[in-house]
């Protein structure tokens, strides 16, 4: 399953959030996702907000990445589904 991940960094934690990914090697990134893999994440910079898109079947890796950022941002996810899933859904539902 496809999850929207969307966070906002607190405005007192920033250099702190910043600090902390930057120095992380792709091994860090690695074992941070624990079992969710990662489609692609975008950050805006300056507004210290970002997007990523990952992919997990366990609701308990997604939860467990995600909190471990809890302490510098607010972060949403939703489950999504690409264009194949959406037409497939909409055939079903419209008939």
């Known amino acids: 399953m496809k999850f929207m991940v969307t966070w906002k960094v607190h405005e007192d934690k920033r250099h702190e959030a ?17 079992g969710v893999r990662l489609i692609g994440r975008w950050h805006d910079v300056i507004g210290f907000t970002g997007v990523a898109i990952a992919e997990t079947d366990d609701p308990q890796a997604l939860s467990a990445w995600l909190l471990n950022w809890n302490g510098v941002i607010d972060v949403q996810s939703v489950p999504v589904l690409d264009d194949n899933e959406t037409r497939e859904i909409g055939q079903q539902v419209t008939g």
């Open 18 to 34: 910043l600090k902390a990914f930057s120095i992380m090697s792709d091994e860090d990134d690695s074992r941070d996702l624990g």
